[in-house]
């Protein structure tokens, strides 16, 4: 069987891999996932899965599913009112990946599960996921993620004559001016909450 041949028999179970787990596989998982017992075969395959476009590395040389895979692509239908009801069309408007959505920059966010209920007044509740991008100078009014005099902690950010503040999103918590050191390590772009 040629390799071009043995890459296309290993595609759907690379992307059933990717569908279920919503990540690339490991070295390791490849190895288990297609009975190769070596390292260096499971690296060859890998490489032929990035030259084929199925995987792509990160930055760091890590493997990845491709900014937008088949397995993320969800259909945009139309519009709904969320006012006064209005007549229901669906027309297939565009298929795009949430990743393509919501990730402007994927080398530079990542997620955090929210704990606690300081940002629920700005719709942000403990459970969700929050999408932060790193290396994004935080203007007045984004949501930060933030390490104040070592404890970290999500708020908005303001910087005035004063200098910088933190405020939450819940009237049972104060504002917070730090006293020591002051670390933005990125900015909320998007929350994502599961009601099912």
Do not use: Q
Request: charged share 25%; glycine share 8%; with cysteine.
């Amino acid at each position: 069987m040629s390799p071009r041949s043995k890459l296309a028999e290993r595609l759907p179970v690379l992307n059933d891999f990717i569908r279920r787990h919503g990540r690339a596989p490991t070295l390791d998982e490849l190895r288990t996932l297609f009975g190769v017992r070596s390292k260096n075969t499971a690296s060859v395959m890998a490489r032929r899965f990035v030259e084929a476009g199925a995987l792509r590395r990160t930055p760091s040389g890590r493997l990845a599913a491709p900014l937008r895979h088949e397995a993320y692509a969800l259909r945009l239908l139309g519009a709904v009112a969320a006012g006064f009801p209005s007549p229901a069309e669906e027309a297939l408007l565009d298929t795009m990946t949430l990743d393509e959505y919501l990730v402007t920059r994927p080398e530079a966010t990542f997620m955090l599960r929210v704990e606690g209920d300081s940002m629920i007044e700005a719709g942000i509740l403990p459970g969700d996921t929050v999408l932060v991008e790193r290396g994004r100078s935080p203007h007045n009014g984004d949501i930060v993620i933030a390490c104040v005099d070592g404890a970290w902690t999500m708020k908005y950010f303001f910087k005035d004559g004063k200098g910088v503040r933190l405020e939450p999103a819940n009237k049972a918590y104060t504002t917070i001016r730090p006293k020591r050191t002051l670390v933005v390590e990125g900015v909320v772009g998007s929350v994502i909450r599961k009601l099912l």
